[in-house]
């Protein structure tokens, strides 16, 4: 009989590429990881990993059996959210992972609403960057994100997640007042800032990848020369003819925009798309449900 916990021991080595960091992730020791990777390797009579460089990687046994492993986990996750219904589950805490803005559009105000319509639901917030929010929530350190896409993401149709569309919000050109497109009619268009300086959030951040994006739709690569993941500080730098940059509409509010000018652009690929994420199987779960529905609620009053 094959142990569900070792399964989710593999799912984290896999996700991970090490036995450390796996085991950071799930609080065990690498000791006591090796040891229940052993313990699965015996029960499936295969080797499961093999060495990759300083990390590890699956056999072509390990994926087949991670495929099966995110199916149980799946089903395991709905197991307890049945057994939650069935206790009532009205009272408890949910850890939710958000990016800063998310936090301020969609989750402060769905804590405001949970209070009059789930009194019982309390939100645990953890402030963290759209990238770093659903491996939390895969790691069993979050119930729920609120993320964005990024290179490198889950994609949507891994059955590790399951994705709940909050909202898009387009990304805008911020230009020095003296720029030559500050002014003119309509969206700016992409190509026109190909030869520009450009200031943007550093590798790694998903509003980084959106830039990066939409400079290659538009044919160039954008020369990036100064980062900052403060919007504000990027703001800043483009008003003392820095350079240009994308912004998301949302990170210019309370922004000072005195000395820039801010333009729509011509690229629909300029979006931070949002969407609420939890563990496959637990859409039912008491806790969790009804703080979904709230987001959902609270994100299409932005529309």
Request: net charge negative.
């Amino acid at each position: 009989m094959i142990d569900a916990r070792r399964l989710r021991t593999l799912r984290a080595v896999a996700d991970h590429r090490t036995v450390t960091a796996a085991a950071a992730a799930l609080y065990l020791t690498p000791s006591a990881v090796s040891q229940q990777l052993a313990a699965l390797e015996q029960e499936t009579g295969h080797a499961l990993l093999t060495r990759d460089g300083r990390g590890v990687r699956l056999t072509a046994a390990g994926e087949i059996l991670i495929g099966h492993a995110d199916a149980v986990l799946a089903q395991l996750e709905r197991a307890e959210a049945d057994l939650a219904a069935y206790a009532s589950g009205a009272r408890g805490t949910v850890t939710v992972a958000s990016f800063a803005t998310g936090i301020a559009l969609v989750l402060a105000p769905a804590i405001g609403a949970l209070a009059a319509s789930a009194p019982g639901i309390r939100l645990k917030v953890l402030d963290a960057e759209g990238d770093a929010s659903l491996p939390m929530v895969l790691d069993g350190q979050a119930d729920l994100a609120v993320a964005v896409e990024y290179r490198g993401a889950p994609r949507a149709d891994d059955g590790r997640l399951a994705r709940f569309p909050l909202y898009a919000e387009p990304f805008e050109a911020v230009l020095p007042l003296d720029h030559p497109l500050a002014a003119g009619p309509g969206p700016v268009a992409m190509a026109d800032l190909a030869t520009e300086t450009w200031i943007g959030p550093y590798p790694g951040n998903p509003c980084h990848d959106v830039v990066l994006l939409a400079c290659e739709q538009a044919g160039f690569t954008p020369r990036l020369v100064h980062s900052s993941d403060d919007f504000s500080a990027v703001v800043a730098l483009a008003s003392a003819g820095a350079g240009v940059a994308l912004v998301p509409r949302s990170a210019l509010r309370g922004t000072d925009l005195s000395r820039v000018t801010v333009r729509a652009v011509d690229s629909a690929a300029a979006t931070r798309r949002v969407f609420a994420a939890i563990r496959g199987g637990a859409e039912h779960h008491p806790l969790i449900h009804p703080v979904l529905a709230a987001l959902e609620t609270t994100a299409a009053t932005l529309a």
